[in-house]
């Protein structure tokens, strides 16, 4: 595919300067080291649970409205990446890298100012993360695409690298956040410290990315796909009228909409505990001040080793032909048995501490294993539009189980009740939709991606 006049426009000044002075092999290396960052910067918003002791105690936020908070940005991140997988299969990752960094920059700044001076209108600070969720997905997109624009023919370069880095992002921001000074004059976080850091680091990682992205637009140049040909094996060959061919046949696919079932009963249930795992903990041990940035550490670190190691399982099947979907179905049952794990929690510090591992540990294989899958079965060509659209259905579902988990909340867990008896309904719900998941899963495989020899 050529430059579109937009790529062109973004990148003409960084290829000019690059070009002559470097050899492009060492150039996509940089790239590739810049994308992995950019993931870790774009995965800073799953610390989100951190925030919602300040949130009730500074701002008095209720349970509702804190998952509202993070409903919109889930609806952020997860409605838009459909458009955004369209603007980068179009005009390069490089559009996306500066949506994130417009939206970042101004929506943190304003959200460290009201924490300091109050708020006037709940609905703007809504209207902010929901930008903020818009411009993790712009970031991480631009990132991922990046590496698997560079490195299409592998795996785990191009889907488990980025996956990985995205989830050490909550493992060393709620690592930093301990620093004393992110805490000073608060017995809590100061969100308006934090908010403010997070400004200015999106700000210097906005001119990274526009490096990194510019690389990858010089990969589209013919002398350089003549001297790499192997790393973008047919994106010269694809053209505009291929691409809707394509989308078309996505769009037509019944398995498709089975997979976005999916992605709603799963991601959206741990969308919904990522949010709500403080709360869960205080009611755990109310006394226990560690307990929260314990019970996020295990989420953070399960998650982060399940993307690696579903990374390198994924690769070693496909080389002995082996179905990467025991890896889906391995992961579905981990997180099932998470979800009942919570339901039988009660006061057990032990137990909500192994939930939130297994949970992590579902969760992070789930964001390697579905877009590797997607990569598989439909193609690179249209991955970004494709894996785009499946993110819908996470938004919607976090958005509802986040609803239940917080009217659960503020009706059944007063301050008379002790351990986590009181959302055990909540709990119940999302094991049920694990278990739904995993014989829908089963049934797309058998009944579509079986029967179509598919190298899945």
Not at 229 to 237: A, D, F, V
Request: glycine share 8%; with cysteine; aromatic share 14%.
């Amino acid at each position: 595919m050529t430059l579109s006049a937009v790529e062109h426009w973004l990148t003409i000044h960084i290829r000019s300067y690059l070009h002559p002075k470097f050899h492009i092999t060492t150039l996509r290396k940089a790239a590739f080291v810049i994308a992995l960052v950019s993931c870790i910067a774009s995965g800073l918003v799953t610390i989100i649970s951190l925030f919602t002791k300040p949130w009730r105690n500074h701002m008095h936020y209720t349970a509702l409205e804190i998952n509202l908070i993070s409903s919109a940005v889930n609806l952020g991140g997860y409605l838009t990446p459909p458009l955004l997988g369209i603007l980068s299969d179009s005009h390069g990752p490089v559009v996306l890298s500066w949506l994130a960094v417009a939206g970042f920059v101004p929506s943190y700044a304003y959200s460290s100012y009201i924490f300091v001076h109050g708020e006037v209108y709940f609905s703007i600070t809504l209207f902010a993360f929901f930008i903020i969720g818009v411009s993790t997905s712009a970031l991480f997109f631009s990132a991922l695409l990046t590496c698997a624009k560079l490195y299409p023919k592998y795996k785990f370069l191009s889907i488990s690298c980025p996956t990985t880095f995205y989830g050490l992002s909550s493992l060393l921001g709620s690592e930093v956040l301990k620093h004393s000074w992110f805490s000073e004059g608060y017995d809590y976080l100061n969100l308006g410290r934090v908010f403010k850091s997070f400004a200015y680091f999106y700000a210097i990682m906005g001119t990274m990315t526009w490096v990194s992205t510019s690389i990858v637009t010089m990969l589209k140049e013919p002398v350089e796909q003549e001297e790499h040909e192997r790393l973008l094996p047919t994106e010269s060959n694809i053209t505009t009228s291929d691409y809707k061919d394509r989308i078309r046949q996505f769009v037509r696919d019944p398995s498709m909409y089975l997979t976005l079932l999916t992605f709603f009963l799963t991601i959206g249930s741990l969308e919904m505990f990522l949010t709500n795992m403080g709360s869960v903990a205080i009611l755990v041990s109310p006394q226990d001040r560690d307990i929260q940035p314990r019970v996020l550490s295990y989420y953070a670190l399960f998650s982060t080793i399940s993307r690696l190691i579903v990374g390198l399982v994924a690769d070693f099947f496909a080389q002995h032909k082996i179905s990467r979907m025991w890896i889906l179905y391995g992961c579905l049952i981990i997180g099932l048995g998470g979800q009942l794990m919570i339901f039988n929690t009660g006061t057990s510090k032990s137990w909500i501490t192994t939930a939130s591992a297994l949970c992590g540990t579902a969760y992070g294989g789930l964001f390697t294993i579905f877009p590797t899958l997607t990569l598989g079965i439909w193609g690179y060509s249209v991955f970004g539009t494709a894996y785009g659209c499946f993110m819908v259905a996470p938004a919607i579902g976090s958005t509802i189980y986040g609803v239940i988990y917080a009217r659960t909340y503020d009706s059944q867990c007063t301050s008379q009740v002790e351990g986590a008896q009181c959302i055990r309904p909540v709990f119940s719900l999302t094991a049920i939709s694990f278990l739904i998941a995993l014989t829908i899963s089963v049934f797309t495989y058998m009944g579509f991606w079986r029967r179509k020899r598919l190298d899945i």
